[in-house]
């Protein structure tokens, strides 16, 4: 099993300066390249404080400057926010100037927060799944060159990705995946597979990896498929209560994004009450706590090795959490030294 690292600027309050946000995200990373993880994960999103990503690709020829081995990941860009000649062009660019380093993660979204401002008119999730399957085809198509496209989202004549990337054949491309039918077309277009079980336990983490077996059984071919999950590492148990409180809150809020039904100001939600967090209809702070990464190292190993045994090839560990810059650096780097060594 391989590691990386997911990490987006996250800010809840008016408090947190948006540079000291983006050092932290690129001390993390250089932690990460410097502790032998595969690969810095990061995502795209728009109008929210809470993930700060307006462009991942920016981000990424910027940590190409700052880290030395660690690979590059979009985790995710957002198939309906580009048209696939822009996304092949830039990702192809941003592939030559990190030098061969990127990983292109693809999704079709998830905030109708963002559709709504992103899209005129709007969209909704199945047909922003539609762009994703169109789009995929067409940055391969472009990356080889001369290809044209009639599709119902997107339509030009011949044309080739300027530049082509530095990757031979372009970098790999990773699916969001959930349902089966998300799995079945990322396996059958020879795209690997991210998945993540958000705040659920070990059940939802078999049950998407199924998923993917059954994918790769209906095609008679195996991609790679990697797992997303918040983690936090200590040995002191009022250490890790507070990681749960603070992780319960990070999907208290995460929750009310998805709704979006709660009043925004300048790109930060109204302020959850404890009330709301504590009697939340289902993000519970005790599931939290036994649900995610959060344990000791010992507990952790266990755990990723079950997962090792169900299949996942790569387990991406998720920072964002609320937690202080100094929590979040002190848990990634025992997890490096503590967790990660019980792999090699």
Known sequence: MKFSLFAHMERVNEAQRQTDLYEEFISLSQIADEGGMCTVWTGEHHGMDFTIAPNPLLNLVDLAHQTKNVRLGTGTVVAPYWHPIKLAGEA???????????????????????????????????????????????????????????????????????????????????????????????????????????????????????????????FDRRTKIMILQHAYVSDDAAELDYAAKKLHEFYCYFGAWFKNERPINQGLIETLSQEEIDQHPFYKQAQIRNDLMIGTSGQIIDRLKYYEDLGYDEFSYWSDSGMTREQKETSLKRFIDEVMPAFT
């Open 92 to 218: 192809a660019m941003t592939d030559i100037l990190t030098g061969g380093r990127l990983e292109l993660g693809i999704a079709r979204g998830a905030y109708s927060f963002e559709y709504e401002r992103m899209i005129n008119g709007g969209m909704d999730a199945w047909e922003a799944g539609e762009c994703l399957r169109e789009m995929i085809p067409a940055i391969k198509g472009l990356w080889a060159g001369n290809h044209a496209q009639e599709s119902k989202h997107y339509q030009f004549p011949e044309t080739t990705s300027a530049p082509k990337p530095l990757t031979p054949n372009g970098p790999d491309i990773w699916v969001a995946a959930r349902d089966i039918n998300s799995h079945e077309f990322a396996v059958e277009n020879e795209c690997n597979v991210q998945v993540t079980p958000l705040w659920q336990g070990i059940e939802e983490v078999e049950s998407l990896i199924e998923r993917y077996h059954q994918a790769c059984a209906k």
